[in-house]
């Protein structure tokens, strides 16, 4: 069973968790949404770390990437990205988004705190800022592998540990 | 000192003050728990930028590390992002965990530090070869460090051996 996110015009039937998106400008941007499902279950969705969301969680700021070219995740650029976040912390919720076994798809890095963090992955594309509304986002901070760049098996970062067969 | 065959599962601040379990730290991987005394000890200062280069190693082999002191979360913030360090630091200012595990240098009444000490440690916490760092030279190069991790990763790895065709 993976976990899966996507942003969508309006929530399908089915979803596990979602929230309304705003942009940086307040301005509505449409919904992010969560299932638990073996297979993509809409066009885009991504696969997540599942401890980055929480249908209860309060509503967040975040930096939203969601790449539509292909950038592997041994790329040096998204390596850095890791070590960022593993060097400076300040968000709430941390994941990778993962397009297969091997292609970075983008990140959704979710803060409540009253200053915002550096957008992580800015070297590989600048991210979207918006607001998600309450019924995604876990509290946190996150536990991040201490303090490893590298994936297990395949999965999205940070999820730290290996899959069993 | 210590002969402790097994840490115990302790419960600390880490270095942003989130309550932190050894165990999760350390997760299903070999790992390094290191013990220090504080960020004015020539000696840690030196050990740890030893420490800092094993990081660019321990980021790609799935191997942790963890530091342990008397510091309290925002002298261990500090000190840990001089350092450029991107593990996790953990706080024990009112030394009940240096205490459990017999680990307060008793020759120093002024700062009542643990003593400087290195275990390699399974995903159990069971201790796999344990260094007493009192003596500078008592402590472990990273030569030995990754000699340890070998020997760790090759018992827990089930596919140690390469799945080649």
């Not at chain 1, 209860?56 to 700021?61: F, K, T, V, Y």
């Not at chain 2, 280069?53 to 530091?67: H, I, T």
């Not at chain 2, 450029?84 to 595990?101: I, K, V």
């Not at chain 2, 030279?137 to 070998?150: C, F, K, Q, S, Y």
């Amino acid at each position: 069973m993976s976990t899966w996110l996507a942003a969508v015009a309006e929530v399908p039937g089915g979803a596990w968790a979602s929230a309304t998106l705003h942009d940086g400008h307040g301005r509505p941007a449409g919904f992010l949404a969560a299932w638990q499902a073996e297979r993509r279950p809409v066009a885009g969705a991504l696969r997540c770390d599942p401890r980055a969301l929480d249908p209860g969680g309060e509503a967040a700021e975040a930096w939203l990437l969601v790449l539509d070219h292909r950038v592997l995740f041994d790329d040096p650029a998204v390596q850095r990205g890791r070590q960022l976040l593993l060097a400076h912390g300040g968000f709430d919720a941390v994941t990778t988004l993962t397009r297969d076994a091997s292609t970075f798809g983008g990140a959704l890095c979710a803060w409540r705190g009253r200053w915002a963090p550096a957008d992580p992955f800015a070297a590989v594309a600048p991210a979207r800022r918006g607001r998600v509304g309450p019924g995604l986002v876990a509290a946190g901070p996150p536990l991040l592998p201490s303090a490893i760049v590298e994936r297990y098996g395949g999965q999205p970062w940070p999820l730290d540990r290996f899959p069993v067969s | 000192m210590s002969g402790l065959e097994r840490l115990p599962d302790l419960e600390l601040a880490d270095h942003t003050g989130e309550p932190r379990r050894l165990s999760e730290i350390v997760g299903g991987d070999p790992a390094i728990v290191q013990t220090y005394r504080g960020p004015w000890c020539p000696k840690e200062q030196r050990h740890f930028r030893r420490l800092v280069e094993l990081q660019d190693e321990l980021e790609v082999a799935y191997c942790r590390m963890v530091s342990i002191s008397v510091d309290p979360p925002p002298v261990a913030y500090a000190f840990r992002a001089g350092l450029g360090a991107r593990w996790t630091f953990l706080c024990d200012p009112d030394r009940r965990a240096q205490a459990e595990l017999g680990l307060r240098e008793s020759t120093d009444t002024e700062h009542d530090p643990y003593v400087p000490a290195v275990f390699v440690v399974r995903p159990d916490l069971s201790v796999a070869r344990h260094y007493d760092g009192y003596w500078f030279v008592g402590r472990p190069t990273n030569d030995e460090l990754i000699a340890d991790l070998r020997a760790l990763s090759a018992e827990l790895r089930p596919d140690w051996d390469a799945p080649a065709a």
